[in-house]
């Protein structure tokens, strides 16, 4: 018996001496996502197995699971077979294009996996899109961060309304003026600008330590705009003009069309022959020329390969579940004639197949070279089927088709927009301090940039939106597309 009682007596010692060691604290804060497979875009590497802490909407901890320091988390997420991302940007959208527009548009950029957007243009004030920002930061709205960028400044008469115009180089430097006294961080040049108006805007927004955004103004030579100081270039097609050896022509004649007593559509008429000009005059050497320009000036480029398909006819189907989550009256609007589409003649139609395939293979040039590009899709209520979120998806996908490795375009769409828009701290990386802007897949998208699709979960600002709540999400936006209220 005294062996029994022993053992008995032992085992009563071990258990008290336990319940009194100090348990391990928990910290409702925290939020792990356990043994998940680390993606590093700059890298292009996997850390398998890896633990990710989050606190407070911030990265806390990465590193080989089990080996944290840190407290018990509140919440854990289960990694395993997963792969984690930092979220993606769209650096060019308009979300505040249409009354109501933000309702559908912000939560379908999350519904995609994208946390960042830079908005180029809106109809509604600084004050209330700044509103906005501050409800998705809170948690009262769902949707990405948002960079207000839409400070348009055009040439008369204008191209869109809520634009500021100016028509001298002296009313140029006032509403750069103007646009940092409303609190405006940048500027984006338009269109219909003279190169003399043009150049004094570039001027005042550098004095005034403003980045110039946007269109390079169609009276405006490549070459000038860089000169200026131009940041970040909207849409590839003007590195493509400017592979031709007629450039300066063609600038020329839209100069004279600006000039004239109806300048828009005499500028949209002119604009018309450009592409066939383009496409039979453009060159090698001079392509490589205008390309290394960009590459020496650190001029970035938000491509929207995605819109050639508008111009080309190629519409979704009409059972296209994207087309479930737009409001009924915008699609209806959407299937209404487009100003843009009609300028389209036939001649014009007949070559744009090898026009937009010329600005591919310009794209794919330039970023083998180095010039940085910035995922970006145009979407917009007033851009019929470029879908928010859904298109910036499609335009990762392009731009693998075009040549890119899985790897480059995801750098488009987080290390590059991360960089040059100062961010390099905030995102970009899954990286101990940075936001918790993080997306979780099914497959890794350095093998298949397609994985992009397969989203287990997105991390915004810390909050989670799992499969069952991205799901709850989009079926709720179908709803409310579909009914009566969104007419």
Known sequence: MVKPLCACLALISLTLITACQPQPAVDPSLLLVSNVSVVDVEAGAVAPGQDVFLRDGRIAW?????????????????????????????????VFSTEGEPDFALPLYILHGVTSIRDMGALISLDDQREVNEQIETGARIGPRIINAGAMIDGPPGSWPGQMVASTPEEGRARVREAAALGWTSIKAYSLLDPETYRAIAEEA??????????????????????????????????????????????????????????????????????FTTLETWDAEICDGAIAALVESGVAIAPTLMVADFYLGDDPEPDDPRLQTVPQSVRAAWGEPDFRRTAMTEDLLAIAPDAVQQDRDTFKRAHDAGVIMLASS???????FL?????????????????????????????????????????????????????????????????????????????????????????????????????
């Open 62 to 94: 990465v590193g080989r699971a089990g080996t944290s320091e840190l407290p018990e988390p509140g919440r854990s997420f289960a990694g395993d077979d997963l792969f984690i991302i930092p979220g993606l940007w769209d650096s060019h959208v308009h």
């Open 206 to 275: 550098d004095a005034l330590e403003l980045p110039l955004y946007g269109h390079v103004p169609e009276s405006v030579l490549l070459t000038g705009a860089i000169a200026a100081g131009h940041d970040v270039i909207e849409h590839f097609g003007r590195v493509t003009k400017a592979c031709s050896t007629e450039e300066q022509a063609m600038i020329e004649g839209a100069r004279a069309a600006l000039a004239s007593d109806d300048p828009f559509p005499a500028l949209m008429a002119e604009m018309a022959t450009h592409a």
């Open 378 to 384: 145009d979407a917009a209520f007033l851009n019929p």
């Open 387 to 487: 879908f928010h979120g859904a298109t910036l998806i499609d335009e990762l996908e392009r731009y693998v088709l075009v040549g890119l490795t899985p790897r480059e375009a995801l750098a488009t769409a987080t290390l590059n927009p991360a960089r040059l828009f100062g961010e390099e701290s905030e995102t970009g990386r899954v990286r101990q301090g940075q936001r918790a802007d993080l997306v979780l897949l099914r497959a890794n998208p350095l093998e298949n940039i397609s994985a992009v699709r397969e989203l287990e979960a997105v991390i915004a600002n810390g909050r989670v939106f799992d499969r069952a709540a991205l799901d709850d999400l989009e079926a709720t936006l179908r709803l409310r597309a579909n009914s009566d209220a969104s007419n």
